[in-house]
T-cell receptor, first 112, second 113 residues
């Protein structure tokens, strides 16, 4: 079946630091990959997505590249801000399997 | 922002009582979902709907039932609440079959004492 593994948190960084949150997946075929973000007290919001190998999703300075050879979709940002503090979820969906499979989430805290 | 509301936003109830959570959307999206969010588990799908009166089970459906009598409303019922159902419940909607992009409601925090 499908599964998503993302790095354990919490992650604490200083403002303007470089961010990487690792995500690897197990799936058959050609899944679509997503990063969702959850700010305190809110529901999840789609941050970015990629639907085929070597695609790069990007939004709000965040990027992730769909690497089929390593089954990975790591989230990166070059310079984080305090407002990026949130929980980040990696997820996948697969054609014919009508479910989004989520990782367990990584809590990110940015300190000024 | 997608028009999704959940009610109530917070609820405390006693073990053994029935509880119904409501999700309402104004986007006319075909697909609606109920998830629960628990520490260490991420989000887990409880039930989903692919049209009026069309529903199916997710990975943690035991103890829950759903109904969808109108496109805009999706109800989640805990038939006899247990402490293990204390959680934050999220409703989500999507337009496409591939779960391509889901929009989430603000969540309902349920405590079963």
């Amino acid at each position: 079946g499908n599964s998503v593994t993302q790095m354990e948190g919490p992650v604490t960084l200083s403002e303007e630091a470089f961010l990487t949150i690792n995500c690897t997946y197990t799936a058959t075929g050609y899944p679509s990959l997503f990063w969702y973000v959850q700010y305190p007290g809110e529901g999840l919001q789609l941050l970015l997505k990629a639907t085929k190998a070597d695609d790069k999703g990007s939004n709000k300075g965040f990027e992730a590249t769909y690497r089929k050879e390593t089954t990975s979709f790591h989230l990166e940002k070059g310079s984080v801000q305090v407002s990026d503090s949130a929980v980040y979820f990696c997820a996948l969906s697969n054609f014919g399997n009508e479910k989004l499979t989520f990782g367990t989430g990584t809590r990110l805290t940015i300190i000024p | 922002d997608a028009g999704i509301t959940q009610s109530p936003r917070h609820k405390v109830t006693e073990t053994g009582t029935p509880v119904t959570l409501r999700c309402h959307q104004t986007e006319n999206h075909r697909y609606m979902y109920w998830y629960r969010q628990d520490p260490g588990h991420g989000l887990r799908l409880i039930h989903y709907s692919y049209g009026v009166k069309d529903t199916d089970k997710g990975e943690v459906s035991d103890g829950y039932s759903v109904s969808r009598s109108k496109t805009e409303d999706f109800l989640l019922t805990l038939e006899s609440a247990t402490s293990s159902q204390t959680s934050v419940y999220f409703c989500a909607i999507s337009e496409s079959r591939r779960f391509d992009e889901q929009y989430f409601g603000p969540g309902t925090r349920l405590t079963v004492t």
